[in-house]
């Protein structure tokens, strides 16, 4: 796992020289670590580069610029990292596909918890749900849900022995499961457990 600390960080000066050049490395690590479920749902699997992106604009988006500020941004996003033996990923509902959903939105807030990934021949892993950001400007009923998911030591192996990743969800209104995911995906994920 790696560490996301505060020297980490660019000043906003710094960041507003940069910001084009690194908005674009991050779209492309963003690409690469983003799983689509269905038109519908999307998972981005987080390391150290996605969250360190969110939150430089964060900070530049509020204005945060006090060391007692970025402190407390920094230990909340500090969240979205994965551990030693897991991967968490920032599920989102695109927004253009939700009538095509169909289905009440009281059930789907249930959706976060029926999402799953399976390495090779092994168990899936359903996403436990363990934190929900709203964000101001969406509708009460979009949200972004934090997924982690715990590998045993035996799939965290197969993973960096580079058998094939699947992700699915198991609801009844949207039971779907990806085909095999891309090899460079797989790659990039797997390098969160070096």
Do not use: C
């Not at 390391?47 to 969110?54: F, G, L, P």
């Amino acid at each position: 796992m790696t560490e996301l600390r505060i020297e980490d960080l660019l000043s906003a000066d710094e960041y507003d020289k940069k910001r084009n050049e690194l908005l674009s490395i991050a779209n492309s690590e963003n690409e690469l670590r983003t799983v689509h479920i269905g038109n519908s749902v999307s998972l981005l699997f987080e390391n150290k580069e996605t969250v360190q992106n969110k939150l430089q604009e964060v900070l530049r988006n509020e204005n945060v610029i006090h060391s007692e500020g970025i402190q407390e941004k920094l230990s909340i996003y500090k969240l979205l990292l994965p551990n030693t033996n897991n991967l968490k990923a920032s599920m989102s509902i695109n927004s253009d596909e939700e009538e095509k959903l169909n289905f009440p939105v009281e059930e789907k807030k249930g959706i976060d918890k029926k999402v799953w990934i399976q390495i090779g021949e092994n168990d899936r892993v359903f996403g436990s749900s363990s934190t929900n950001l709203k964000h101001a400007d969406v509708k009460d009923y979009e949200r972004v849900f934090v997924l982690e998911f715990d590998l045993s030591n035996l799939m965290v192996k197969d993973f960096q022995a580079g058998m094939v990743l699947y992700a699915g969800i198991d609801h009844p209104k949207y039971n779907i499961r990806t085909k095999e995911i891309l090899k460079e995906t797989t790659t990039s994920l797997a390098k969160d457990f070096l």
